[in-house]
T-cell receptor
Framework: QKEVEQNSGPLSVPEGAIASLNCTYSDRGSQSFFWYRQYSGKSPELIMFIYSNGDKEDGRFTAQLNKASQYVSLLIRDSQPSDSATYLCAVNMYSGGGADGLTFGKGTHLIIQP | GAVVSQHPSRVICKSGTSVKIECRSLDFQATTMFWYRQFPKQSLMLMATSNEGSKATYEQGVEKDKFLINHASLTLSTLTVTSAHPEDSSFYIC????????????FGPGTRLTVL
């Protein structure tokens, strides 16, 4: 069973602080890792993707990947109330069989307190 | 940027009827489209992968005779929920892939299906 695990939260963070979101995945062969933001009733919006071990920064967002630990995280610096949403971790568990869509975690509900 | 549309955005139907949902890539040609389903407070679950001009590949547990997928062109894929039942009520979201890399998946706005 290919799984992506996230703490459902809610994770409450004061405005201006760093929000840290975590995700683990089961398939060691996974190649690509994504963080999506989803507002209630809306479809997911891509925040970041990462392929290699280490950190990748884009503005206030930093994705971290550790393939040995099968762990990926997202840091949000200077958190804003508009960052309040559900953050979905997604993994491409491409098996070579042709069906290479994304496997999503259940998401972490993030609340930024003004 | 790449834009994906879905139609309709919301649909309410009676049990036993069939519902067709369209997914269009508006400004690019999509080699592959994906259909996902999301139940309340649950994550997106991949239902099937749709490749233009070939049969869709369904995930384990998804009934291909119930969820008919047609990818007739590089800009249009349709999902037909046949003989819909209340348990099929869900948020259906498609995505379209521009190139070979998985990071180029763009999601549509979703279709909320309610079966009475």
């Amino acid at each position: 069973q290919k799984e992506v695990e996230q703490n459902s939260g809610p994770l409450s963070v004061p405005e201006g602080a760093i929000a840290s979101l975590n995700c683990t995945y089961s398939d060691r062969g996974s190649q690509s890792f994504f963080w999506y933001r989803q507002y209630s009733g809306k479809s997911p919006e891509l925040i970041m993707f990462i392929y290699s071990n280490g950190d990748k920064e884009d503005g206030r967002f930093t994705a971290q990947l550790n393939k040995a630990s099968q762990y990926v995280s997202l840091l949000i610096r200077d958190s804003q109330p508009s960052d309040s949403a559900t953050y979905l971790c997604a993994v491409n568990m491409y098996s070579g069989g042709g069906a290479d869509g994304l496997t999503f975690g259940k998401g972490t509900h993030l609340i930024i307190q003004p | 940027g790449a834009v994906v549309s879905q139609h309709p955005s919301r649909v309410i139907c009676k049990s036993g009827t069939s519902v067709k949902i369209e997914c269009r890539s508006l400004d690019f040609q999509a080699t592959t489209m994906f259909w996902y389903r999301q139940f309340p407070k649950q994550s997106l679950m991949l239902m099937a992968t749709s490749n233009e001009g070939s049969k869709a590949t369904y995930e384990q547990g998804v009934e291909k005779d119930k969820f008919l997928i047609n990818h007739a062109s590089l800009t249009l894929s349709t999902l037909t929920v046949t003989s819909a039942h209340p348990e099929d009520s869900s948020f259906y979201i498609c995505s379209a892939r521009l190139g070979r890399d998985p990071d180029t998946q763009y999601f549509g706005p979703g279709t909320r299906l309610t079966v009475l």
